[in-house]
């Protein structure tokens, strides 16, 4: 499965980094495009944390 980053026409995103963290916060996965493949991940929760235009947010998400 992939994790898509859904960027609209009417809002310009400068997207610069996206990483993906264990629970234990040992980084997994790091991308400069806006599409993660996370296939390969066990079933499990990470975290996905993404800076874009200067700013970062991080977002819980859960494979099943």
Do not use: C, H, P
Request: proline residues 0%; aromatic residues 8%; without cysteine.
């Amino acid at each position: 499965s992939a994790f898509l980053l859904n960027r609209s026409s009417d809002l310009l995103v400068n997207l610069q980094l996206v990483e993906v963290y264990d629970l234990v916060g040992q980084q997994i996965m790091l991308s400069e495009n806006a599409v993660l493949d996370l296939g390969s991940l066990a079933q499990g929760i990470y975290f996905v944390r993404v800076t874009a235009d200067g700013k970062t947010f991080t977002k819980r998400v859960v494979k099943q």
